[in-house]
């Protein structure tokens, strides 16, 4: 059975990062992920996790400099080397936190730059990080961005994404699929994840539009937990959304979708029709 | 609130044709649509239409390539004249019956000829079907259609049919968006609709993957339908879908909308 994992980055913004985890905690997630923890000691962040009996899901490979536009490194032939330190820090504070899955943006292409250099480059850098992962039993996710949010991102739908997938050919490089940017990028979300199942290692959620709650947007968030509780999935589900208003109060949601999964878990679905309440009837 | 009408090509199937007006009235839809109304003559489908007191909203162009059996008239630069004629048809018929709109036919890609010269037919017979359905004041409407359903369908995106609208530039011609199409072709509904919402005058659903009803699938048609009536869409809601049962238990989601 899935399980709900809390965006740190996203969620529980009322409050300082390092006092986010004891919000999760309290809020009933068992397992928390963000963007980046780099600009915290990994001690400090193990500390948290421990105190709060939270997982460590998720995090991202150093993404640039964030600040000046930069979303992710691999695609660019003139930074190889310095994609391959972020390799090995990220590894340092997998290893502490104990984190399994870690996620690498693809980037933002100079445009002048020949669109085949990047491609080599994205492939070179994602072998180079899967081996090293592989070393320490992490999974290598690569995820396809919306370019409304993200304008000119590398990776931009999920047939490109999984043939990169197939193009580097490293056994634990893995596909995060985010509902939320492929709603807003080609839809046909149910198809997807089945036709993509075995590759699909992490799931993202939000709706659309506004990547507020489920429930508050065009996506029928019962039908397509349903459908990946129905294919087996045993993974995990990051809560990526901004919540509309204050975070708790904004997780009516997860207690209806986890009842939902509990019961088809316990009655192999039987019955079951759950929905969760939509914003625009309140 | 937006206006919910049946499809009765897709919606009581249970029922011969003319029963289904019968049917649908019953049910509460004040309105109707249909694909293929050539069957039957214009005054027995009026007799419905008034028994009931429904809303004939749209019926379809007969596109059909009596050599081929394909759909695709409208895109065969050797057959202007046949589109012409089946035009007048659908005028005819779309005048009798009191419709608002026609949905005037696209296609698939027929083979051998040039995607160019394609297309230059097709603006050529939207033109010409524009202004025929304006003369008898008939909106005329292009779907764009998915390709998994409908392979090689030769507009297929949003995006493909508002340029063709904007080609043709004639104040007779819109969109009419199918929430299940597009699901598949492109996703990102509702800021699709909020974008093009002066060019819509008509809209279908049905859940997607499967073509059940709303409840079905991935979409949240209760968000969709008041996010309709919140950008003031004035037009109709098309229920083309096929019942995962029958017509009636299919219509529980409806109620709060017909």
């Given at each position: 059975?899935s399980?709900?994992?809390?965006?740190?980055?996203?969620?529980?913004?009322?409050?300082?990062?390092?006092?986010?985890?004891?919000?999760?905690?309290?809020?009933?997630?068992?397992?928390?992920?963000?963007?980046?923890?780099?600009?915290?000691?990994?001690?400090?962040?193990?500390?948290?996790?421990?105190?709060?009996?939270?997982?460590?899901?998720?995090?991202?490979?150093?993404?640039?400099?964030?600040?000046?536009?930069?979303?992710?490194?691999?695609?660019?032939?003139?930074?190889?080397?310095?994609?391959?330190?972020?390799?090995?820090?990220?590894?340092?504070?997998?290893?502490?936190?104990?984190?399994?899955?870690?996620?690498?943006?693809?980037?933002?292409?100079?445009?002048?730059?020949?669109?085949?250099?990047?491609?080599?480059?994205?492939?070179?850098?994602?072998?180079?990080?899967?081996?090293?992962?592989?070393?320490?039993?992490?999974?290598?996710?690569?995820?396809?961005?919306?370019?409304?949010?993200?304008?000119?991102?590398?990776?931009?739908?999920?047939?490109?994404?999984?043939?990169?997938?197939?193009?580097?050919?490293?056994?634990?490089?893995?596909?995060?699929?985010?509902v939320?940017?492929?709603?807003?990028?080609?839809?046909?979300?149910i198809?997807?994840i089945?036709?993509?199942f075995?590759?699909i290692?992490?799931f993202?959620?939000?709706?659309?539009?506004?990547?507020?709650?489920?429930?508050?947007?065009?996506?029928?968030?019962?039908?397509v937990f349903n459908k990946i509780n129905e294919l087996g999935y045993?993974g995990?589900i990051?809560?990526?959304?901004?919540?509309?208003?204050?975070?708790?109060?904004?997780?009516?949601?997860?207690?209806?979708?986890?009842?939902?999964a509990?019961?088809?878990?316990?009655?192999?679905?039987?019955?079951?029709?759950?929905?969760?309440?939509?914003?625009?009837?309140? | 609130?937006?206006?919910?009408?049946?499809?009765?090509?897709?919606?009581?199937?249970?029922?011969?044709?003319?029963?289904?007006?019968?049917?649908?009235?019953?049910?509460?839809?004040?309105?109707?649509?249909?694909?293929?109304?050539?069957?039957?003559?214009?005054?027995?489908?009026?007799?419905?239409?008034?028994?009931?007191?429904?809303?004939?909203?749209?019926?379809?162009?007969?596109?059909?390539?009596?050599?081929?059996?394909?759909?695709?008239?409208?895109?065969?630069?050797?057959?202007?004249?046949?589109?012409?004629?089946?035009?007048?048809?659908?005028?005819?018929?779309?005048?009798?019956?009191?419709?608002?709109?026609?949905?005037?036919?696209?296609?698939?890609?027929?083979?051998?000829?040039?995607?160019?010269?394609?297309?230059?037919?097709?603006?050529?017979?939207?033109?010409?079907?524009?202004?025929?359905?304006?003369?008898?004041?008939?909106?005329?409407?292009?779907?764009?259609?998915?390709?998994?359903?409908?392979?090689?369908?030769?507009?297929?995106?949003?995006?493909?049919?508002?340029?063709?609208?904007?080609?043709?530039?004639?104040?007779?011609?819109?969109?009419?968006?199918?929430?299940?199409?597009?699901?598949?072709?492109?996703?990102?509904?509702?800021?699709?609709?909020?974008?093009?919402?002066?060019?819509?005058?008509?809209?279908?659903?049905?859940?997607?993957?499967?073509?059940?009803?709303?409840?079905?699938?991935?979409?949240?048609?209760?968000?969709?339908?008041?996010?309709?009536?919140?950008?003031?869409?004035?037009?109709?809601?098309?229920?083309?879908?096929?019942?995962?049962?029958?017509?009636?238990?299919?219509?529980?989601?409806?109620?709060?909308?017909?």
């Open positions: 059975m399980q709900f994992s809390a965006n740190l980055t996203l969620m529980f913004n009322e409050v300082d990062f390092m006092d986010r985890f004891k919000l999760a905690s309290q809020n009933g997630f068992k397992g928390v992920e963000y963007l980046f923890p780099y600009d915290y000691p990994a001690d400090d962040i193990l500390q948290e996790l421990n105190k709060n009996g939270l997982k460590q899901i998720l995090f991202d490979l150093p993404a640039g400099d964030w600040g000046s536009g930069d979303r992710g490194i691999a695609v660019q032939p003139d930074r190889v080397g310095e994609f391959q330190d972020s390799v090995g820090k990220a590894i340092d504070y997998a290893n502490t936190l104990n984190c399994k899955r870690i996620t690498c943006l693809a980037g933002i292409p100079d445009p002048n730059e020949q669109a085949d250099l990047n491609r080599q480059t994205l492939v070179d850098n994602l072998k180079f990080a899967a081996k090293s992962l592989n070393k320490k039993g992490i999974t290598l996710l690569i995820e396809a961005l919306n370019t409304i949010d993200v304008p000119g991102f590398y990776l931009t739908g999920t047939d490109q994404a999984v043939q990169v997938i197939s193009d580097v050919s490293e056994s634990n490089l893995k596909l995060q699929y985010d939320y940017h492929m709603q807003i990028m080609e839809g046909d979300l198809r997807t089945v036709d993509n075995n590759i290692k992490h993202q959620i939000a709706d659309n539009p506004g990547r507020h709650e489920p429930g508050t947007g065009e996506i029928n968030y019962k039908n045993d995990w990051g809560c990526e959304y901004n919540p509309l208003g204050d975070t708790v109060e904004g997780l009516d949601w997860l207690a209806v979708a986890e009842r939902f509990t019961t088809m878990r316990t009655a192999q679905g039987r019955g079951t029709n759950l929905g969760f309440s939509c914003k625009s009837d309140a | 609130m937006p206006k919910l009408e049946a499809n009765i090509q897709f919606l009581f199937n249970e029922y011969d044709i003319l029963d289904r007006y019968d049917k649908a009235a019953e049910l509460g839809f004040k309105g109707v649509e249909l694909q293929n109304p050539y069957p039957i003559p214009t005054n027995e489908i009026s007799e419905r239409l008034n028994a009931n007191g429904l809303q004939q909203v749209i019926i379809n162009s007969p596109v059909e390539d009596p050599i081929t059996g394909i759909n695709n008239i409208p895109l065969i630069p050797n057959k202007r004249n046949l589109y012409r004629d089946r035009t007048s048809l659908a005028v005819e018929y779309a005048h009798e019956l009191g419709c608002l709109g026609v949905n005037i036919g696209i296609g698939q890609m027929p083979d051998g000829f040039a995607t160019e010269i394609v297309k230059e037919t097709l603006i050529e017979n939207v033109t010409y079907a524009a202004t025929e359905l304006d003369k008898v004041g008939v909106t005329a409407l292009i779907e764009p259609i998915n390709v998994l359903d409908q392979p090689g369908f030769f507009i297929n995106t949003s995006k493909a049919a508002l340029d063709v609208i904007e080609s043709v530039g004639h104040s007779n011609l819109s969109l009419l968006y199918d929430f299940y199409h597009m699901q598949i072709m492109e996703g990102n509904l509702a800021a699709t609709l909020k974008d093009n919402i002066g060019s819509i005058k008509h809209t279908q659903l049905a859940d997607n993957p499967g073509r059940h009803e709303p409840g079905t699938g991935e979409i949240n048609f209760t968000f969709l339908l008041n996010y309709l009536d919140e950008l003031g869409y004035q037009g109709w809601v098309g229920c083309e879908y096929f019942p995962s049962s029958t017509t009636e238990a299919s219509l529980d989601w409806a109620r709060k909308w017909i």
